[in-house]
């Protein structure tokens, strides 16, 4: 056999092993030769399997959030059950949050909830009040837990509701709190200074107290301020001293005369060094007429004195 014919050979028999090599990989594998840890779905779900988490996300509720003073981070963390939207008109829900001053010190915070589309006709108004002194992370806590309270309401017409648990912490009493302090807060500070050097001395005194007592029907504040200043200059052949000080009370009484309507009145007096009199007095009645309900004054307010 020449050289000829075995190079013929070897062609030959290269193309039969490419042949079966594309057919085996062309063929599709039987039931036999697949692996067991594949799984081939075959059939529907059955009523009661669980659906996809990905079900579960397009079903959640939309929601859009109108609050300047959240932490919207923390938020979607804290509630993953709900589809944040971004533009109010794709949204389901609309949640407007607003902030005012309270009575005690802190914050009273509102949270207005607004159905729209499959939730239209289910609207909530929860509130809020915080402590002084409470930390950050506390009122961060407790705020996003009563926005939860909220948003549970619309989340349990979804299939979210099977995957959120709801829990109450062991602190919660059976007996209702009574404030012994019925509604009456007392504030005071005090912030005294001295400084001393060989050739001037000065000694300051600043107080304040501060009374408040917030109801439904009634609104109490009495605010005293004083300061007291001493300086003193010591030259060589000269010694001055001088004085400064100061006193205030401010006192507002507001009385509730129905949804819309209030009486009140700021009584101050004063006295001052620096303003160059020993008493001083000013009474200012007013009477207060707001368009809407004061229970809507967290949201909306078009007042007239």
């Not at 919660?172 to 504030?187: A, C, L, S, T, Y």
């Amino acid at each position: 056999m020449n050289q000829h014919n075995i190079s013929f050979l070897l062609i030959l028999i290269l193309t039969a092993l490419f042949s079966i090599t594309s057919s085996a990989q062309d063929d599709p594998p039987s039931a036999e030769n697949l692996r067991p840890d594949v799984a081939v779905p075959s059939g529907n779900l059955r009523e009661n399997d669980p659906l996809p988490a990905i079900n579960l996300r397009q079903d959640a509720a939309r929601v859009f959030i109108d609050c300047s003073s959240c932490d919207m981070s923390y938020t979607r963390q804290e509630i993953p059950w709900i589809n944040y939207v971004r533009d109010v008109r794709e949204a389901q829900v609309y949640v407007l949050v607003t902030r005012q001053n309270s009575g005690n010190g802190g914050n009273l915070y509102t949270y207005v909830f607004h159905g729209m589309e499959m939730f239209a006709g289910m609207d909530d108004t929860l509130t809020y009040t915080s402590n002084p002194h409470e930390s950050a992370t506390e009122i961060r806590e407790r705020r996003t837990n009563l926005l939860k309270a909220g948003l549970l309401r619309f989340a349990s017409r979804t299939p979210v509701i099977h995957e959120i648990d709801i829990t109450h912490g062991s602190a919660i009493e059976q007996e209702e709190v009574v404030d012994k302090w019925r509604n009456w807060v007392f504030e005071i500070s005090t912030s005294p200074q001295y400084n001393a050097e060989e050739s001037y001395k000065r000694l300051s005194l600043r107080n304040s107290l501060r009374v408040t007592k917030v109801t439904p029907d009634i609104k109490l504040e009495i605010d005293f301020d004083q300061s007291y200043t001493k300086q003193r200059f010591i030259e060589e052949n000269l010694d001055t001293t001088y004085l400064r000080s100061f006193e205030r009370i401010e006192n507002l009484l507001v009385k509730s005369l129905g949804d819309h309507w209030s009486a009140g009145l700021i009584w101050e007096m004063n006295s001052s060094t620096s303003e160059n009199y020993d008493f001083n007095t000013m009474i200012m009645p007013s009477i207060e007429y707001d368009l809407f309900p004061y229970a809507e004054a967290t949201h909306r307010q078009l007042m007239f004195l």
